[in-house]
């Protein structure tokens, strides 16, 4: 994998902050994540978990702060004048694959166009070579049998495997996932997290948004809790999820632990 | 009773005049589908203009939205007394453009053609983008989340999901469209009611407008009962546990 040749972080994140009107979403957030490191992000809903993986892959650029992706600074100056002009978008968005919690599947085209039609259009893949690498994809996350049904006919569970393997099909260097299993029925959540369990296995980079504690603490690498904008504490799953320091994470874990 | 139906039915009077009505009426189709073919195509052009991103295209939007919004509120039989009387005087326009003989049709053809695309472009422009609008955000997202450019994802993923919502809204238009063509009678060419209507001055009889009007019903009928049938169908897409209806 390219990833490995790579020193130094995959992904940097350097005193972002964004905000949506007078609402300061992130205030200022410093992360690191290393080549085949899985950081999982927890904390309350309102916290800027999701803004934050919006801001890596410039979805919502941030209005202050730099984001380097394999050392490359994606967004110079942002909130400038350059505006967009400033912001590789090409460059982040072939590296940086995301899955949604509402799947976001295309709903006029069946599983397999749904992964091959990025390839196609925007790496210019000749068909043949899409729909092979898409039957794979699609056969790795469970759906070989599936490829031509579209999306209303797909269950939760199934719909976000493909949405897993339409981001897959654009060999991405890191893989962002948020809250991808909140929206699905429980029995349906473990297919998914199987899948991205796999895939931490294999060595991607993944920034996981989740309330998934389990996930977090099996799978993950590091622990990161966000409240109101900034990174409260990180660390070791262990030590954050059993021993967390700061009174805020403490209180946040009681609660999700006493549902 | 007998005066009445003399006056507005009278068949035999219908069967006589039936050539020339069917040739007004003939005209009335040429107008309808060719301006109707024009704003379809304008109004995607003028809607897409609407929904481009980023500041510096922001004048392109301002534009625009004018252009929609002065269209919609100008009367159409205005606009095409406008273009007709106006353009042939525009000395510095070459010959062609100011009094137009384009495929063998007559200059009041082209007026006509070119006031509706002007309007119902602005009328079509809106339902195209309340489709558009009514595509989920997060589809958008996902296209431009896959490297998509803005274009890329209009042309993959919005527009044909946005078509498939306003293909009914859309013939409504085009039903609309259809009846505004009679307007073009007062530049005197000479479509299904200038026909009709010269024939009732010289004979008082009313039958040939009548037949007009049926003529008018073989058409916009059987479309509305169409758009009736597409709506309900699209309905039944969203509808819990009925069954899938194969996607267009």
């Known amino acids: 994998m390219e990833a490995s040749t790579t020193t130094g972080p995959m992904l940097r994140l350097e005193n972002i902050h964004k905000r949506f009107g007078k609402l300061e979403v992130l205030r200022g957030i410093d992360l690191e994540v290393a080549p085949g490191e899985v950081v999982c992000v927890l904390g309350p809903s309102g916290s800027g978990k999701s803004t934050l993986l919006r801001c890596v892959n410039l979805l919502e650029p941030p209005e202050q702060g730099e984001i380097f992706v394999e050392g490359k600074d994606i967004c110079k100056g942002p909130g400038s004048a350059a505006g967009e002009a400033g912001w590789e978008l090409d460059f982040v968005r072939q590296r940086v694959g995301i899955v949604f919690q509402q799947f976001n599947l295309f709903p006029h085209k069946t599983a397999m166009e749904n992964v091959t039609m990025a390839p196609e259009k925007v790496l210019g893949k000749a068909t043949a070579e899409a729909r092979a690498k898409a039957t794979q994809l699609l056969e790795r996350v469970g759906l070989a049998d599936k490829l031509g049904e579209y999306p209303e006919r797909l269950s939760g569970g199934q719909q976000q495997r493909v949405a897993i393997a339409r981001a897959l099909a654009m060999d991405p260097q890191v893989m962002l996932f948020d809250e991808v299993t909140s929206a699905l029925d429980p029995e349906l959540v473990k297919e998914v997290l199987d899948v991205m369990r796999e895939l931490a296995e294999e060595g991607m980079t993944m920034i996981v948004v989740t309330h998934e504690l389990g996930f977090a603490r099996e799978v993950g690498d590091r622990v990161v809790f966000m409240d109101e904008g900034t990174i409260v504490e990180q660390g070791r799953p262990a030590d954050v999820l059993d021993n967390p320091r700061e009174e805020r994470t403490k209180r946040f874990l009681g609660l999700v632990l006493d549902r | ?248």
């Open chain 2, 1 to 248: 009773m007998q005066e009445f139906l003399n006056q507005f039915f009278d068949v035999g009077f219908m069967v006589d005049h039936f050539d020339e009505v069917i040739e007004g009426f003939w005209l009335t189709i040429q107008v309808s589908v060719v301006s109707g073919v024009l704003a379809l195509i304008w109004g995607l052009i003028l809607a897409s203009m609407r929904q481009l991103p980023g500041k510096p295209l922001a004048p392109i939007r301002f534009l625009t939205i004018a252009y929609i919004d002065v269209f919609r509120g100008v009367p159409l039989l205005l606009l095409i007394l406008l273009i007709a009387g106006g353009v042939p005087a525009l000395e510095f326009l070459p010959e062609s453009v100011r009094i137009p003989q384009w495929f063998g049709r007559p200059d009041t053809f082209w007026y006509g053609v070119t006031a509706i695309t002007i309007t119902y472009g602005a009328y079509m422009a809106e339902v195209y983008r309340a489709g558009i609008e009514a595509v989920p955000p997060g589809q958008t997202e996902a296209a431009r989340s896959l490297g998509m450019n803005h274009r890329q994802a209009m042309n993959n993923v919005v527009l044909p999901q946005a078509v498939r919502k306003i293909i009914a809204p859309l013939l409504n238009d085009f039903i609309a469209l259809t009846k505004d063509t009679t307007l073009v009678s007062v530049i005197a060419l000479n479509e299904a009611v200038l026909v009709g209507s010269d024939i009732q001055s010289e004979t008082f009889n009313s039958s040939a407008l009548t037949l007009g009007a049926i003529m008018f019903l073989a058409i916009t009928l059987p479309l509305a009962r169409l758009v009736d049938k597409l709506i309900s169908r699209e309905q039944s897409r969203f509808t819990r546990g009925a069954p899938r209806v194969e996607a267009l």
